[in-house]
């Protein structure tokens, strides 16, 4: 299939810039000061469509500075700024003033690149847009030069100003919430004043999600309205600012968090923002998410990108108690459900018995696995599964042969205290010889043992983050250096072996954005596997992330996370919207429960490329709600798979009537049930515009239920 291009054009005598994609136009343009300036961002304007040129904004009154009321692009801190900048710098006289003004530009196919410079120094930006010809989105970041002949200190960097026409009917979403209980999504009404969206903890955290979302209009719904979102591509501590200003304009910016920060640039020497994504749709939040979700798959993940395999994972079955027999027995139950990857999880190095010892020593325990693991490796090929590992690379216990011979290479302020987190520090991978050693030992293990698959997991947030051998200064440069080094490991490890998959977990979904996303082909989103609280997790998770990139287990019932117990079919169903994978103590399944599995792994199979890669419609919230009902279209529309969960009836009330959404309105599609039970009377085929308008019944009655069922269309 061709593939969308963008299209970017300059109109040299209005001085104005308009690149456009699938359903977007954004415009900008140099205006009489020689400001880069916002013009329009939004549903694709017609090809006839001129942006006038761009005029600088004096303000309502002599007291507003038109640097603050004029939309820029890119503004430096100077010249009277009092909004958030992008960029500011203290040189070495003591100046803090920078003036950016536009020098020239450069269109090569999708991407358009524009130099500002200084008023008086030589200090340049280079502004680079990437326009996504799938879906308009747009992938912005900045490079700054020093070209002056001295260093001088970059005290905050962001990838660009998104700007938003005046409204004050805005409202913001976000994603906010802590280990367990990630994904929360928040929505308030933007007022005049800053909201900040941030992490100091060296990397994504899952406090707030490096996400935002902004809709007009105050009776928002799925899948009506203008929304503007964006993500940051970055893995390492971020912030985004969500300002609105004393006209209500909003002005979004993002890039490294500006706190503790510092980073010298030598004459000569650049640094590049992360790249901070940003996107338009007028189908509301839903078709934001439609679009971020076809855009990660397409232009972000490693290509190809393959389905997920149903795996099985070791965690919650074991714990750290992993041997060789134990994991055998586990693998041979696994391959009888149609398992196709089975992991092996923390525990299999060092001295590792439990939490308090063995990161950071990568060697097979003898006593667990006295004949190495290829013996587990081979049983696990034998039984028609790869095989996947855990690894958690960046951290070490002070109890290891690694840290005792190495105590310089974690993070620390000489001469204090080194905070431990889950028993364990963090390694400085900004210093060359830690980045050398963890490459080192993961490309021994890929190259020695046939490994399909990592589970890379990173467990504690940063602390005393000092880099006591660097010059002093350079030694802020960590927060950078530290992700730059992570992901030229990743790149180093993908390349040399192309084969091996990698899961990125940090302690549940603490590591997920959209700059990890580029090396690494799924994430666990959460430790909590309860179903039903799942649903809410998963629910929040895809308003940033595709769902076939949420990895989701199957794991015992009652779970430990709430003490709650629900049937293997309500399990499954949970877990089925996302990569299905099993975290159960297959030991202690049933005849009866391996038959149910069984049988669920296969219907998964079947649907599951509509589920990972189709497009997903949200019919039923499970916030706040006894309902919840996904539906994912295939996106060649052959087929759409509906998941619907009752928490629990109460006053015998029916199952509200799903209206569906993103069918053919005229094809006919077949319905087939897979699990759980069709209202009475329900037809077996109807059109696209029946399934949609009239709709369908589930009838679900009790608690914890759940049904699932297919609409195939049929050939016309
Ligand atoms: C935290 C992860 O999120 C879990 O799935 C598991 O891998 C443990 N770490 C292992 O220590």
């Known amino acids: 299939m061709a593939q969308s291009r963008a299209e970017i054009r300059y109109d040299q005598s209005a001085r104005t810039f308009r690149l456009d994609a699938a359903d977007v136009t954004y415009a900008l343009g140099v205006n009489e000061s020689g400001e880069l300036q916002s013009l329009y961002w939004g549903k694709r304007l017609q090809p006839a469509d001129d942006i006038p040129a761009a005029h600088a904004d004096n ?27 992008d960029i500011k710098i203290t040189f070495p006289d003591g100046n803090r003033d920078l003036v950016l003004r536009y020098v020239s530009h450069r269109i090569q196919d999708d991407s358009l690149t524009i130099t500002m410079k200084d008023i008086s120094r030589d200090v340049t930006v280079v502004l680079q847009y ?68 941030e992490s100091r903890r060296g990397s994504t955290g899952d406090e707030i999600n490096p996400w935002f979302a902004i809709e007009r209009g105050s009776a928002i719904d799925q899948e009506t309205g203008d929304v503007w979102f964006g993500a940051l591509g970055w893995s390492g501590s971020w912030q985004i600012n969500i300002e609105q200003d004393w006209e209500n304009r909003v002005r979004v910016t993002g ?32 078709g934001a998410s439609r679009l971020l979700h076809g855009f990660e798959m397409n232009s972000i993940l490693p290509q190809p990108h393959r389905l997920r395999p149903v795996l099985y994972n070791s965690w919650e079955a074991t714990g750290f108690d992993v041997n060789e027999s134990g994991q055998e027995a586990l693998a041979e139950e696994a391959a009888r459900l149609g398992v196709e990857r089975f992991v092996m999880d923390d525990g299999w190095f060092g001295e590792r018995k439990d939490d308090h010892a063995g990161l950071g020593d990568w060697f097979v325990n003898p006593q667990k696995f006295p004949h190495g693991l290829k013996p587990l490796i081979e049983k696990v090929h ?62 021994k293990l890929l190259t020695e043992n046939e490994i399909a698959f990592l589970k890379w997991d990173y467990n504690r947030n940063w602390s005393e983050p000092g880099w006591p051998s660097a010059p002093l200064d350079e030694q802020k440069e960590v927060y950078v250096k530290y992700v730059q080094n992570l992901y030229g490991i990743l790149a180093e490890l993908r390349e040399k072996h192309p084969h091996v998959e990698i899961e990125s977990c940090s302690g549940g979904g603490a590591r997920v954005d959209l700059g990890i996303l580029r090396y690494v082909d799924e994430v666990w989103p959460s430790d909590n596997t309860d179903p039903f609280d799942r649903l809410s997790i998963q629910n929040g998770f895809t308003y940033a992330y595709a769902p076939g990139l949420m990895m989701a287990w199957v794991t015992d019932s009652p779970n430990g996370m709430n003490n709650r117990s629900t049937s293997l079919e309500y399990r499954f169903l949970s877990s089925m919207q996302g990569s299905l994978g099993i975290g159960a103590n297959l030991n202690k399944w049933t005849p009866g429960d391996f038959a149910t599995a069984k049988k669920l792994v296969s219907e998964y199979k079947a649907v599951r490329e509509t589920v990972q890669e189709g497009l ?18 295939a996106r060649d529309g052959h087929e759409a798979v509906v998941f619907a969960f009752l928490h629990s009836s109460q006053e015998g009330k029916p199952f509200p009537q799903l209206y569906l959404r993103g069918l053919d309105p005229a094809a006919t599609y077949h319905v087939h049930l897979q699990e759980g039970q069709l209202a009475d009377g329900t037809v077996e085929r109807a059109s696209g515009d029946y399934w949609m308008h009239h709709g369908i019944g589930v009838s679900l009655r009790g608690d914890f239920q759940a049904a699932c069922f297919t609409l195939e269309r049929e050939a016309r």
């Open 616 to 633: 997903l419609y949200r019919l039923l919230s499970p916030i706040g709600s006894e309902y919840a009902a996904t539906e994912s279209v």
């Open 59 to 85: 303000g309502t009154s002599s007291f507003d500075l038109p640097v603050n009321a004029t939309p820029q692009e890119f503004v430096g801190w100077g010249g009277g700024l009092v909004v958030v900048p």
């Open 255 to 286: 890039g490294y968090t500006p706190f503790d920060f510092a980073y010298t640039l030598a004459p000569g020497e650049s640094l590049q923002t992360p790249k901070f994504y940003g996107g338009y749709s007028d189908s509301g939040i839903g």
């Open 382 to 443: 034998a039984l028609g599964m790869d095989f996947g590992l855990w690894v958690e690379p960046e951290m070490v216990n002070p109890d290891s042969e690694l840290y005792r011979k190495h105590p310089d290479w974690v993070l620390n302020f000489a001469g204090r205290p080194r905070t431990e987190g889950r028993h364990q520090l963090v390694l400085n991978l900004a210093r060359p010889d830690v980045r050398a050693y963890v490459y080192g030992f993961l490309d």
């Open 130 to 197: 990437e326009m996504d010809g799938e879906t308009g989105i747009l992938g912005r970041s900045a490079r700054v030069e020093n070209h002056t002949h001295a260093p001088l200190t970059v005290e905050q960097a962001f990838a660009g100003t998104w700007n938003l026409p005046a409204s004050s009917d805005y409202q913001l979403r976000y994603l906010t919430g802590r280990w367990a209980g990630e994904w929360n999504l928040q929505q308030e009404p933007l007022h005049p004043g800053k909201v900040v969206l």
